[in-house]
């Protein structure tokens, strides 16, 4: 499949500590966005990169894309209990900025306080 | 901050019965969209519309979906005949442009 795939499936930290969830590809991609999910609930975009960049900062959050090899990481610093969720990655393809979404499997994120 | 409204929060049906499903973009944006997620799964792609028409659908949206912007500011999916294996979170999506697109809170349909 062309999706985004996350791993870990599942990721269960201290508060305080920092949380690394990857995200990877098989096809060229225009765009590349991270959504968190809190159980049950509607789906927040948390920051887009773009195929032309390496690198954005969001306050706690800092993520990276190297097209070479088809992967992004979205690192959240500090964590707290509060950033308990699910986290997806998702792709747009090809040359559109405006295409669908693509979403992975989601990592689960657990912060225990 | 603006939001993406979507009504109802959940939807209980009877199988064979039809559902519409509502949502309230964000009033600037141009691109809309429907996606779904059954339990425990990934978030699916069903439908793209834009300027008042569709402009991509998966193969899940078959003919028994439609979308409609029927006033210029609401935007539907109506199931014309749910199938249990139609039970998903159901979200509506709208974007202005090239940022990130903005989810609704989803509907839960329930086919029982």
């Known amino acids: 499949s062309q999706q985004g795939e996350e791993d870990p499936q599942a990721l269960s930290i201290q508060e305080g500590e920092n949380a690394t969830m990857n995200c990877s590809y098989k096809?060229?991609?225009?765009?590349l966005q991270w959504y968190r999910q809190n159980s049950g609930r509607g789906l927040v975009h948390l920051i887009l990169?773009?195929?032309?960049?390496r690198e954005k900062h969001s306050g706690r959050l800092r993520v990276t894309l190297d097209t070479s090899k088809k992967s992004s990481s979205l690192l959240i610093t500090a964590s707290r209990a509060a950033d308990t969720a699910s986290y997806f990655c998702?792709?747009?393809?090809?040359?559109?900025?405006?295409?669908?979404?693509?979403f992975g499997q989601g990592t689960i994120l657990t912060v225990h306080p | 901050e603006p939001e993406v409204t979507q009504t109802p929060s959940h939807q209980v049906t009877q199988m064979g019965q039809e559902v519409i499903l509502r949502c309230v973009p964000i009033?600037?944006?141009?691109?809309f969209y429907w996606y779904r997620q059954i339990l425990g799964q990934k978030v699916e792609f069903l439908v793209s519309?834009?300027?008042?028409?569709?402009?991509?659908k998966s193969e899940i949206f078959d003919d028994q979906f439609s979308v409609e912007r029927p006033d210029g500011s609401n935007f539907t999916l109506k199931i014309r005949s749910t199938k249990l294996e139609d039970s998903a979170m159901y979200f509506c999506?709208?974007?202005?442009?090239?940022?990130?697109?903005?989810f609704g809170q989803g509907t839960r349909l329930t086919v029982v």
């Open positions: 999506a709208s974007r202005v442009g090239v940022e990130g697109a903005f």
């Open positions: 096809t060229s991609i225009n765009n």
């Open positions: 990169i773009r195929s032309n960049e």
């Open positions: 998702a792709v747009i393809f090809g040359g559109t900025s405006y295409g669908k979404l693509t």
């Open positions: 009033s600037n944006h141009l691109y």
């Open positions: 519309f834009y300027n008042n028409e569709i402009s991509e």
